[in-house]
C-alpha cells in the first residue's frame, strides 16, 4: 500500500509539473515567437502572427471598421426623414441583431451545464475551497472599483459645470430594502421553467402620509351658476377669497381652493415579473443540482454523460458563431454611432463625465487587475490580458458580459489553457456577481448628479453610496444598461433626484460598452488566479479519483462495492496527505 501511495504521489508530481509547464505555455510561445522575429523575415512573422490569431485580428478588425463607417455616416444618416432613417438603422444593425440572438440562444445551457459538470467533477472540500477563494476576489476587487470611482469623480468634479435638464422621462420607482430583498429571493426561483425567462420583482406604489402644507389655489367660478357655487361654498370645496365686496356677483367673485401636500411615501405592492432571464436562481439551482450528482457516484453517471455530452455540443456551437461575431459586432457597434443624435455635442457637454469614468475603468483594468494577478501567479499579466482579447471586443460590441460568456470560456480554456473545472465553475458565477466596472460607474454617477444638482455629501454619504453601489451592482443583470436600473437604488438611498439619470443616459450607451469590458476582465482573471490558488487542490482531487478507479478495477472480482470504496476515502485521503508531506513538493 506504501508504495502504491509513493507511485501515485509521483504520478502526481507529474501531472503538477505537466500542469505548470501548460499553465506557463502561453508567454514562453509569445516571447519565443518575438524573439525569432528579430532575426527572421518580419512579414513571415507578422503572417504566423495572424494566422495562429486570426479570430482576434478579425474581431478587432471588424469592431474598429464598424466604428470608423459609424461615425463617417453619422451626419448623413440624421438628415434622412423617417422611415428611411429607421429603415438604414436597422438594415445596418440587423447582422449586429443576429449575433446577440445567437449568443443569447447559448446563455442558458451553457451557464446551467458548465456549473453542473464542473461542481460534479470536484469533491465537496474542493469546491468549497474554489468557491471561497472566488468570492473574496470578486468582493475585493468590486470595493477597489468602487473606492477608485468615488476618489475619482471627488478629485475631477465633472459635475460642477454641469446644467439639469429642464425635461426627463419618468424614471422607475425603487426602493433600497425591496431591491435587496429581490436579490435574495431571485436566488431561490419558485419556478424553475419561469426563471429561464423572467425573474421577481417587487411593484412599488406612493401613499399619502404626513400633512406638510396648505396651499391656497386659485378657482376660476365664471363658468358655475351662483346656486352651483352657493353648494361648493357650503361643502367647504371652495372658499370665498378676502376683499370681494357683498355686491358683486357671486360668479364674478374671487374663490380659491385648499390644495393639501403630504408626503408620499413608497411601499411595496406585491411581486411583477420583469422579461429578464433569473440568472443567480439558475446559478444557484445548478450548483446544488452539480453538488449532489456529484455525490452520487454511478447513480448519477447517465445524468452526468448527458449534461457532459450536451455542454460539448454547445461548446462547438460557440465556435461557429465566434467566426460570425467580427461581422456581428461590427454592425452593432456600426449602428449605434449612426443613430446618435447631436454626437459631437453629447459628448462635449459630457466630456468630463467621460473621461472620469474611463480614467476609472483604465486604472483598474490596466493597473488593480494586473498589480493582483502578478502578486498571487508572478507572471506577466499584460501577455495573459492579450490572450483574452476576443473576449473583451466582443464585450464592448454585444454590451452584455452573459452574451460574452461563450468568448471567454473559449479564450480561457482554449488560450489561456486554464482548468476547465474551474472555468465551468467560475465564469458562470462571476459574470453574474462579479461587476466592477458597474460598481465604479455608479458611484461615479451618484456623486456626479450631486456636483450638478449642487447637493453636499457626507462622509456618511459617501460611505452609504460605496456599500449601496457594490450591493447593487451584485445585484445587477448581466444584460445591457441594467447598470441604469440598479443606480436608482444609490441615488435613492442618500435622497438624490432620480430623475437626474436622464443627464447620463445620452452616453450611457458607450459607457456601457466599456464597463462590460472591465467586467469581463475581471472575471478572466479571477479565473487564473483562482486556479494558482487552487492547483494543490486540484492535484489532490486528481489522485483522489484515479485511486478510486483504481480500486474500483482491482476489486471489481471481490464483491465490494462502490459503497465500500466510498467509506475507505477518507482513511485513504490522510494516508496520502501523511505521505505528500514528505515526498511531494509545492507546484511553481
Request: hydrophobic share 45%; aromatic share 8%; charged share 20%.
Amino acid at each position: 500500500m506504501e508504495n502504491k501511495l509513493l507511485n501515485k504521489d509521483n504520478n502526481g508530481l507529474s501531472n503538477g509539473n505537466n500542469y505548470n509547464n501548460k499553465k506557463q505555455s502561453y508567454s514562453s510561445d509569445y516571447f519565443r515567437n518575438k524573439n525569432q522575429s528579430g532575426d527572421g523575415d518580419i512579414w513571415n512573422w507578422i503572417k504566423n502572427f495572424i494566422k495562429k490569431n486570426l479570430l482576434v485580428v478579425l474581431i478587432v478588425t471588424g469592431a474598429l471598421i464598424g466604428l470608423i463607417i459609424g461615425l463617417s455616416i453619422n451626419d448623413a444618416v440624421q438628415k434622412l426623414s423617417q422611415p428611411a432613417r429607421y429603415n438604414v438603422i436597422i438594415t445596418i444593425g440587423f447582422p449586429g441583431e443576429l449575433l446577440l440572438r445567437m449568443l443569447k440562444m447559448l446563455i442558458l445551457p451553457l451557464i446551467t451545464f458548465s456549473l453542473i459538470t464542473g461542481l460534479a467533477g470536484l469533491n465537496g472540500k474542493v469546491s468549497g475551497k474554489i468557491g471561497a477563494r472566488a468570492i473574496a476576489y470578486y468582493m475585493t476587487t468590486t470595493c477597489i472599483a468602487a473606492i477608485i470611482g468615488l476618489i475619482l469623480v471627488s478629485a475631477i468634479r465633472p459635475g460642477s459645470a454641469m446644467v439639469p435638464p429642464k425635461d426627463s422621462e419618468p424614471q422607475k420607482d425603487v426602493r433600497p430594502l425591496d431591491s435587496f430583498m429581490d436579490i435574495v429571493r431571485n436566488m431561490f426561483p419558485s419556478n424553475i421553467v419561469k426563471a429561464c425567462v423572467q425573474q421577481d420583482k417587487t411593484k412599488i406604489k406612493f401613499i399619502n402620509g404626513t400633512l406638510l402644507s396648505e396651499d391656497k389655489v386659485s378657482f376660476d367660478v365664471t363658468r358655475f351658476s351662483e346656486a352651483a357655487i352657493t353648494d361648493m361654498v357650503n361643502k367647504k370645496e371652495i372658499f370665498e377669497s378676502q376683499g370681494n365686496s357683498p355686491s358683486t356677483p357671486l360668479n364674478k367673485r374671487s374663490f380659491y381652493k385648499k390644495v393639501k401636500n403630504y408626503s408620499k411615501p413608497k411601499i411595496g405592492d406585491g411581486l411583477e415579473q420583469t422579461g429578464n432571464a433569473n440568472f443567480l436562481g439558475l446559478i444557484v439551482f445548478a450548483m446544488a443540482v452539480g453538488k449532489i450528482a456529484g455525490s452520487m457516484g454511478k447513480e448519477a453517471e447517465m445524468f452526468l454523460a448527458f449534461i457532459t455530452t450536451f455542454n460539448a455540443i454547445v461548446t462547438r456551437l460557440i465556435v461557429l458563431v465566434m467566426w460570425y461575431s467580427p461581422i456581428g459586432i461590427g454592425s452593432l457597434i456600426m449602428a449605434r454611432f449612426a443613430e446618435m443624435e447631436n454626437i459631437h455635442e453629447t459628448f462635449a457637454g459630457l466630456a468630463l463625465f467621460i473621461v472620469t469614468v474611463i480614467l476609472g475603468i483604465g486604472i483598474h483594468g490596466l493597473i488593480v487587475l494586473p498589480a493582483i494577478f502578478f502578486f498571487f501567479t508572478r507572471t506577466n499579466p499584460y501577455v495573459y490580458l492579450s490572450r483574452v482579447g476576443p473576449a473583451m471586443a466582443t464585450a464592448f460590441g454585444t454590451d452584455s458580459s452573459a452574451a460574452t460568456l461563450p468568448t471567454t470560456f473559449r479564450c480561457l480554456e482554449e488560450n489561456l489553457k486554464i482548468d476547465k473545472r474551474i472555468t465551468r465553475f467560475i465564469l458562470p458565477v462571476g459574470t453574474t456577481i462579479n461587476m466592477d466596472g458597474t460598481a465604479l460607474y455608479e458611484a461615479v454617477s451618484a456623486i456626479f448628479i450631486a456636483q450638478s444638482v449642487g447637493q453636499s455629501l457626507s462622509f456618511g454619504d459617501y460611505i452609504a453610496i460605496s456599500f449601496t453601489s457594490i450591493l447593487a451592482s451584485v445585484g445587477a443583470a448581466a444584460i445591457p444598461h441594467a447598470g441604469l436600473v440598479t443606480m436608482l437604488i444609490v441615488l435613492d438611498t442618500v435622497g438624490l433626484p432620480t430623475d437626474m439619470i436622464a443627464i447620463i443616459f445620452s452616453v450611457d450607451w458607450f459607457l456601457d460598452r466599456v464597463r462590460t469590458m472591465i467586467n469581463v476582465l475581471g472575471d478572466a482573471y479571477g479565473a487564473g488566479i483562482v486556479q494558482h490558488l487552487s492547483k494543490d487542490d486540484l492535484a489532490k482531487a486528481d489522485l483522489i479519483e484515479k485511486a478510486k478507479l483504481d480500486r474500483e478495477a482491482e476489486e471489481q472480482g471481490n464483491g465490494r462495492t462502490l459503497k465500500d470504496d466510498e467509506e475507505d476515502e477518507v482513511s485513504f485521503e490522510d494516508e496520502m496527505n501523511s505521505s505528500k508531506s514528505s515526498q511531494v513538493t509545492t507546484y511553481c
